[in-house]
Structures are given as structure tokens and as C-alpha cells.
């Protein structure tokens, strides 16, 4: 029997390259912390950075697990079924890693911080998320699977799509000025969900067109965010005579790169990613020719 602590095997007790490559993926953002740490490089309040870098990687993985569904269906990469556990449980070291560097930081008076996490929203709402992906990481096993039988556990983790909420609102209420990440991470998570709505409506996986209009859609969404966020931020100024100026910024790359258009290209890559191998398809598979009417009879 494979050790389930082996993580780097596969279900055959096989090394399996993508399962190294996955684990190297996950272990890097601390072992750069812990070097970081080690040269002093962690800026003037090295707590904080670090409680930053671990909750920008709990969600960044969290939300690297719900990729993997349309990846593996859209973009043909099947195998990454095999690692999305492994990264929904990442996801949850680093909440857990996020929150015990939150408590030192608070010199571990937990009675101050349950005092916090009771009197402040985006607190209160880290803390539900959390909680939330302790119960996905503790059946996050095959004991746990067999036990709840497929349908409740599938039932149980599609909670996974809630925490991700929860994770977004706690990023943008914690900006305080520059709210482009969140915006591009809200933008990538409404791709994912409508990418599960419309597979779900049409009974099986997407073909380009829907995915072209899904990257469309989605991409639209996150520049109408991008933009509301933006106008807020600014102190509300006129909204016909702020228009233009988001327009021109989304043409001008000084500006720096808004969220709406990584969400049109990843988009879009699926949706060209899925025409390639439909025409592969095609190609390896032709329909039957008719058969000539004389030659049938
Ligand atoms: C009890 C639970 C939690 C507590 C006490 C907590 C606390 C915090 C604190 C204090 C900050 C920094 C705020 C600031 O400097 O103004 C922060 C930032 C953040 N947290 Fe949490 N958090 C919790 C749960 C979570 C969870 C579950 C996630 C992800 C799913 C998460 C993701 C983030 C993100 C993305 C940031 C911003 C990182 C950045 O600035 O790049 N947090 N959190």
C-alpha cells in the first residue's frame, strides 16, 4: 500500500513528475519566506509581510483548486485531477499559517485576538473561511470519502466555492488603496463559476464559442468592477467625466496592466486552447461518408 504521506507517488506507488513538480509549487512560497527570513529581507515589519505572503497564497491556491476543473474538461489537462487535493490542502497550511502568524503578531494574547476577530468584519470573515477549509482539509481523504459515500462529499466540498467568496470579500475589505489584485482574482473566480454554470446547463464540457463568450463576459464584469472600484477609491468624482479616464488608462500600458484583460487572455486561451482540440479531433476521428445510394442497394 502507497503511504498516504508519500505525496510525490501516485496511486501505484509510482514518482510521478507532476506530484514533484505540484509539491515543489506549493513548498516554495514558504521555503522563500523562511530564506527571506533568514537574510533580513522581510522589510521594516517582517510579521506582517509575512501574514501577507501567507493569506495572498491561501487563496491563491484555494483558487488554483477550482481551476482545475475547467483546465482538466477545456484544456485537456486531464491529470491534474490527480494533484487538486493537494492543493486545496495547501491552501488551507497557509490560511492556518496565516492565522498563527496573526496571533504572534498579537504576542499570542488570544483573548485579544478573539477580542479582534469578534469586532471586525473582514476579521470575522477570514475566520468563517477558515473554519470552512479546516472541514475541507479534514475529509480531504479517502477515509473521509468512503465514509460520507461520493455524493455527500462531493455535496460537502462544493462549500469550497463559498469560502472563495469569503476569501475575496476579506482581500478587498484589507486594501486599503490599490484594489487591481483582488479585482483580477474576483475576475478569474467569476470565469470559473460561470464556466461550472454553463457545463452544468449544457450537460457536459464547453465548446470554444461558449468559452469565447464565457472570456468575453467575464472579462466585461471585471473591467465594469475594476472601474466602480476605481471611481470609489478616487472619492467619487463625476461619473461621465471619469469614464474617459478609465478608458484612456486601460489603453495606456504605463498605467500599468488593469485586471479586466489577464481575465480576457486566460480566457481566451481556453477558448482557443478547446478549438485546437476540437479540430484535432475532427481531424483523427472524420465523420462516416455517406454511402452512394446505388452501392447501399
Ligand atoms: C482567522 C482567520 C484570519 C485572520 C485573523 C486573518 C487576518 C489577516 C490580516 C491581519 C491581514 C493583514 C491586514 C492588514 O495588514 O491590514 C490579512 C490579509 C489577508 N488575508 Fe487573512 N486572515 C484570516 C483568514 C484568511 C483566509 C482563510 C484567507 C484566504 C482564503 C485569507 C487571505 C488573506 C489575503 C489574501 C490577505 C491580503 C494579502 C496581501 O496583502 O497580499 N485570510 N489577513
Redesign the pocket.
Known amino acids: 500500500m502507497v503511504s498516504s504521506l508519500a505525496l510525490w507517488r501516485d496511486r501505484k506507488g509510482q514518482v510521478s513528475p507532476l506530484r514533484v513538480a505540484t509539491l515543489a509549487v506549493l513548498l516554495w512560497p514558504a521555503l522563500l519566506g523562511i530564506f527571506d527570513a533568514s537574510r533580513g529581507a522581510l522589510g521594516g515589519r517582517p510579521l506582517?509581510e509575512v501574514?501577507?505572503?501567507s493569506?495572498?497564497w491561501?487563496?491563491v491556491f484555494?483558487l488554483a483548486s477550482l481551476a482545475v476543473t475547467p483546465l482538466r474538461q477545456a484544456g485537456g489537462f486531464a491529470r491534474l485531477f490527480d494533484v487538486r487535493r493537494m492543493i486545496g490542502v495547501a491552501?488551507f497550511c497557509y490560511?492556518a499559517l496565516?492565522?498563527t502568524l496573526?496571533v504572534a503578531?498579537q504576542g499570542f494574547n488570544l483573548l485579544k485576538?478573539v477580542g479582534?476577530?469578534v469586532s471586525r468584519l473582514?476579521?470575522t470573515i477570514?475566520?468563517v473561511?477558515?473554519l470552512g477549509?479546516t472541514v475541507l482539509a479534514a475529509t480531504s481523504n479517502d477515509a473521509m470519502l468512503k465514509r460520507l459515500g461520493g455524493l455527500t462529499w462531493r455535496r460537502l466540498h462544493q462549500i469550497t466555492y463559498a469560502?472563495?467568496v469569503?476569501?475575496l470579500v476579506?482581500?478587498f475589505q484589507?486594501?486599503?488603496a490599490d484594489i487591481t489584485?483582488p479585482t483580477l482574482f474576483a475576475g478569474l473566480f467569476v470565469w470559473m463559476m460561470g464556466y461550472r454554470l454553463l457545463s452544468r446547463a449544457s450537460e457536459g464540457a464547453l465548446g470554444w464559442p461558449s468559452l469565447l463568450g464565457l472570456a468575453l463576459l467575464a472579462a466585461a464584469l471585471t473591467f465594469a468592477g475594476d472601474a466602480i472600484g476605481l471611481w470609489i477609491t478616487a472619492g467619487r468624482p463625476p461619473f461621465l467625466g471619469f469614464l474617459p479616464l478609465y478608458v484612456g488608462a486601460l489603453l495606456d500600458p504605463d498605467l500599468g496592466i488593469r485586471p479586466g484583460w489577464p481575465v480576457l487572455g486566460a480566457g481566451l486561451a481556453v477558448a482557443a486552447l478547446e478549438a485546437f482540440r476540437s479540430r484535432r479531433r475532427r481531424v483523427a476521428s472524420p465523420r462516416p461518408r455517406p454511402i452512394p445510394r446505388a452501392a447501399a442497394s
Do not use: C, P, S
Request: hydrophobic share 55%; aromatic share 14%.
Open positions: 506582517n501574514i501577507h505572503r493569506g495572498w491561501a487563496l484555494l491552501a490560511a496565516h492565522l496573526y503578531d485576538v479582534e476577530i473582514y476579521l477570514g475566520f473561511a477558515l477549509l469560502i472563495a469569503l476569501g476579506h482581500f484589507q486594501t486599503k489584485q
